[in-house]
């Protein structure tokens, strides 16, 4: 079974501070992404990768930023965290057609 | 522009009755469907997809979709729904580029004993 993992399933930052999202995929696929998830907004996309060190913006790129130095590891990172970036932040793996999803990181900045 | 809709926020049914979740597309070229199940606080499951050849498709838990290309429409459908069943799904598509996946806005499934 393909697993994706997230490195945190809750997570309490204060606001300014620098924050990482880690997520691990062990099934050698080349395309990852991140998403927020906020109700009634369905699942937006930040970023996503397609190989090693490439990445590309997705819908609300703003505020985040990511890193590919290995093909399993794909990082989220913000910045400086402001209060609106409080939500579920999910992972995904893509193989031939479907994505596999990492459990979620509910992230509360406060 | 090219996307996926969910008309309904909420569906409720009655345990033991069939169940029918919506969705409908708007992309250029064929499209690549998919169903996705959430959980509380889980990620995201795959639950089926429709890529090309029969238009009904099968998938997990006994749920099945049927892709209609005339009224660019790909509903989720189960004969007889669980208590379960009750979660969020997502209708999804991939664009003609096949880097993007789209997603809908989500429907919350309640069956009720």
């Known amino acids: 079974d393909v697993k994706v993992t997230q490195s945190s399933r809750y997570l309490v930052k204060r606001t300014g501070e620098k924050v990482f999202l880690e997520c691990v995929q062990d099934m050698d696929h080349e395309n990852m992404f991140w998403y927020r998830q906020d109700p009634g907004l369905g699942l937006r996309l930040i970023y996503f990768?397609?190989?090693?060190?490439?990445?590309e913006k997705g819908d609300i790129p703003e505020g985040y930023s990511v890193s590919r130095e290995k093909k399993e590891r794909f990082s989220l990172i913000l910045e400086s965290a402001s209060t609106n970036q409080t939500s579920m932040y999910l992972c995904a793996s893509r193989g031939i057609y479907e994505q596999y999803f990492g459990p979620g990181t509910r992230l509360t900045v406060t | 522009a090219q996307s996926v809709a969910q008309p309904e926020d909420q569906v409720n049914v009655a345990e033991g009755n069939p169940l029918t979740v919506k969705c409908t597309y708007s992309v250029s070229g064929n499209p690549y469907l998919f169903w996705y199940v959430q959980y509380p606080n889980r990620g995201l499951q795959f639950l089926l997809k429709y890529i090309t050849g029969d238009n009904l498709v099968k998938g997990s838990y006994g749920f099945e979709a049927e892709f209609n290309k005339s009224q660019t429409s790909f509903h989720l459908k189960k004969p007889s729904a669980l208590v379960s069943d009750s979660a969020l799904y997502f209708c999804?598509?991939?664009?003609?580029?096949?880097?993007?996946?789209?997603f809908g806005a989500g429907t919350r499934l309640t069956v009720k004993p």
């Open positions: 990768s397609y190989d090693v060190k490439m990445k």
């Open positions: 999804a598509v991939i664009l003609y580029n096949n880097n993007d996946m789209r």
